[in-house]
Structures are given as C-alpha cells and as structure tokens.
Antibody
Framework: QVQLVQSGAEVKKPGASLKVSCKASGYTFSSYAIHWVRQAPGQRLEWMGWINGGNGNTKSSQEFQGRVTFTRDTSASTAYVELSSLRSEDTAVYYCARRDSSGSQYFEYWGQGSLVTVSS | QTVVTQEPSFSVSPGGTATLTCGLN?????????PSWYQQTPGQAPRTLIY???SRSSGVPDRFSGSILGNKAALTITGAQADDESDYYC??????????FGGGTKLTVL
C-alpha cells in the first residue's frame, strides 16, 4: 500500500531555512510526482508545488516562487521541500501528497504532516 | 490572482442536508477544473472525499456526493451526522500543473 512518511517536527529561527522530507513506499517512486501542501495554524490548506519523482522537474505556486526548492533522492524514494528566509508566517504543518494512479487531478495519498515552528 | 471561494462556515441539523460550494473569483467552475473535496479534522491530514467532480473516493459513504450547481462545484452531505463536523476543502486544477485550494468551510452539526 502507498505510504508517505514525513520527517518530524522542527523549530527554526527567522531567516533560516527549513527542509522537510517525505519517504514514499508501496509504489515506484519515479512514476509519480510528490506535491507539497502547507497549513498555517487555523488557516486554509495551501498548495505549494510538486516535483516529478522521475525527471526531477518542478512547479511551484507563485506565492512561493524564489523561496522554495523541491528536490528528490530516487535511491531513497524520498522527496524534500526546502523553504528559505523563514518568517513567523511560515509556521505551519507541511504535508506531502501524491495523486492517484489513474492520473486524475486530485490528491489520493497524504503524509502525516510535519510541523515547523519559526520562532526566535 | 485566482481565488477559490468557499463558505467560511455552514451549519446543519443532524439528519439534515448540507450543500457546500466552491467557486472562482472570476469565472465559473466546470468539470474541466476536476474539482475535488477533502475532509479535515483537527490535527489530522486531509481525507479525500470526492474527485473528478462527482466520484467518491474508496470507503467514502454515499451520503457524500459531488456535483456542479450553477457556476460552482458543490459537495452535498445528506443525513448529516455528528462526526461529519469537520473542515471541508475543495481543490481546483487550473491547468499547467497548478492546483488551488479553497479557503475551506467549517461545518457544524447541531
């Protein structure tokens, strides 16, 4: 069965960078993109972008362009999101997600979420 | 900038019907946006309910249904139960590899 297991909670200082990992199992990692979605406390879900597990192509929401980097390690079936120049508003739970096998435009599988707190 | 709109809150009586909507700040939502719906309870990851406008995800009860109503996507919950009390999010696929979440609707069952 498809599983996405994310890294644990972190505390970061303003101006630093965060890097969250998402380890995939139960399928061929290179066949699907991994998406990243975040949710600030009490706020809506926010789509950040994706990385193609095979060729490494990426796409990010305009909201995060210039500050977000998506990478992957195919040998470890793991995707990463890195967000730089952190500010308090980046305090959020970061989720990874994968679309379903048919290619439909929705997110069927979700990681458990990784809480990142930005605080001095 | 694309904004996906949802009712911030909605209240339904137990056993009643709730219809939550998902619109666009400019234009109409159609099936070409592949609307999907997610349920989220506090501290949990989202759970997929509906995809491709009206297809139910595996294990989702048939009292959850999706449709296009007028110029919006809609999620209808019939026979609302106490444990339906959650946040509900719609997502639209904008094309070119871009997705946008709505602001979410907090459903109260009372």
């Amino acid at each position: 069965q498809v599983q996405l297991v994310q890294s644990g909670a972190e505390v970061k200082k303003p101006g630093a960078s965060l890097k969250v990992s998402c380890k995939a199992s139960g399928y061929t990692f290179s066949s699907y993109a991994i998406h990243w979605v975040r949710q600030a406390p009490g706020q809506r879900l926010e789509w950040m972008g994706w990385i193609n597990g095979g060729n490494g192509n990426t796409k990010s929401s305009q909201e995060f362009q210039g500050r977000v980097t998506f990478t992957r390690d195919t040998s470890a079936s793991t995707a990463y999101v890195e967000l730089s120049s952190l500010r308090s508003e980046d305090t959020a739970v970061y989720y990874c997600a994968r679309r379903d096998s048919s290619g439909s435009q929705y997110f069927e599988y979700w990681g458990q979420g990784s809480l990142v707190t930005v605080s001095s | 900038q694309t904004v996906v709109t949802q009712e911030p809150s909605f209240s339904v009586s137990p056993g009643g019907t709730a219809t939550l909507t998902c619109g666009l700040n400019s234009g109409s939502v159609s099936t070409s946006y592949s609307p999907s719906w997610y349920q989220q309870t506090p501290g949990q990851a989202p759970r997929t309910l509906i995809y491709n406008t009206n297809s139910r995800s595996s294990g989702v009860p048939d009292r959850f249904s999706g449709s296009i109503l007028g110029n919006k996507a809609a999620l209808t919950i019939t026979g609302a139960q106490a444990d339906d009390e959650s946040d509900y999010y719609c997502v639209l696929y904008m094309g070119s590899g871009i997705w946008v979440f709505g602001g979410g609707t907090k459903l109260t069952v009372l």
